[in-house]
């Protein structure tokens, strides 16, 4: 029987509440404490969040015996030093997208992982939804493929702040963030999953105050086919996301969390998909985390498609 993974938290933003509200359907799991360098703000949020356990001595929550696994949702610019902080202590890791800015340093991370004897992944929730995998399945029906568009574009209401002259970690670039980062990796990870590395690839970003990338573009070349892809924190789109083959076209509702899809065949075929999956998508990676804590599993493949989207991500900054 396995045993239940006892999970601190690192980070009070909205994605650490969703971490929390996924992990309690998952039951070989438990949140038992949240961490804030604020012991004010930690005891709020763990009051906040129903978590029974609060701390503001990273050091001391390290130690304890009391803690099996961390999940990190810091800024993205201390993922890194974070995450290699919790190897060390011999915990295992899940660290929020993007584990970190650069394909070699999370292959160091790797490396550390691996000799510490403690499992390290990436929360790269679509890559783990089912969902996903469906939409792979339909994919052979589209003949040979010709082109693909990818998105996600949402404006942040963090934005105004920036426009006001405010710094924000989510925009500032010291901290890793911008668009591409915070919401472009995702139809880039997609696109890893579903088709591999791309050959090449061309890129163009829209800079804001501050120096991030607010909005971006990229296109990347594969044999025969492109894949054009878009994200942006500075405005907001509902497109759907399209996968073209010389037979039909395939879309889809949304690149980090699909539930419908539809496969328009050129003999006038239609069917329509429906991916039905919980509330709350974050589960899967939850599971996944899960299943290779318990086994000491191998995360060697969700390891390779976290270094594969990071080297786009790096071709994209290197030319746009």
């Keep these: ?67 099996d696994a961390v999940y990190i949702a810091s800024p993205n610019g201390i993922h890194g030093a974070q995450t290699l902080e919790v190897i060390e202590a011999g915990k295992h890791v899940l660290v929020e997208k993007p584990a970190v800015p650069t394909a070699a340093e999370f292959g160091r991370l790797v490396d550390a992982a691996s000799g510490a004897g403690v499992i390290l992944l990436e929360a790269m929730r679509n890559c783990y939804d089912p969902a996903l ?4 399945e339909l994919i ?14 949402q404006r942040s209401a963090r934005y105004d702040k920036v ?44 800079s804001i105050p501050g120096g991030a990338d607010g909005a971006g573009v990229a ?30 076209t395939l879309t889809f509702d949304h690149v980090a969390e699909p539930r419908s899809a539809r496969l328009s065949l050129l003999d006038g075929t239609v069917t329509d998909h429906v991916f039905d999956g919980p509330r709350n998508n974050m589960v899967h990676e939850i599971r996944r985390f899960a299943d290779l804590v318990d086994s000491l599993g ?20 290197a030319v746009g």
């Design 163 to 206: 426009l006001a002259g405010e710094r924000v970690n989510i925009f500032d670039p010291a901290m890793a963030g911008g668009a591409l980062l915070d919401l472009g990796v995702y139809p880039i990870a997609a696109m890893v999953r579903l088709f591999g590395d791309p050959s090449r690839v061309f890129a163009a970003s829209v």
């Design 1 to 67: 029987m396995a045993t239940m993974i006892r999970i601190a938290t690192i980070g009070t933003s909205t994605i650490t509440r969703s971490f929390i509200d996924a992990a309690a359907s998952v039951p070989e799991v438990a949140v038992t404490t949240v961490f804030s360098r604020d012991a004010q703000r930690s005891a709020e949020f763990a009051s906040e969040t129903g978590v029974a356990g609060s701390s503001s001595d990273l050091d001391q929550l390290l130690a304890s015996s009391d803690i």
């Design 298 to 317: 191998d995360a060697s493949p969700d390891h390779a498609r976290t270094l594969a989207t990071m080297r786009v991500v790096e071709l994209i900054q």
């Design 219 to 248: 296109l990347a070349v594969y044999d025969g086919f492109v894949v054009d892809l878009s994200y942006s924190k500075i405005t907001a789109s509902d497109r759907v996301n399209e996968i073209q083959g010389e037979l039909g």
């Design 140 to 153: 052979p029906d589209l003949g040979v493929l010709r082109r693909a568009s990818l998105a996600y574009c």
């Design 133 to 136: 995998f469906e939409l792979a």
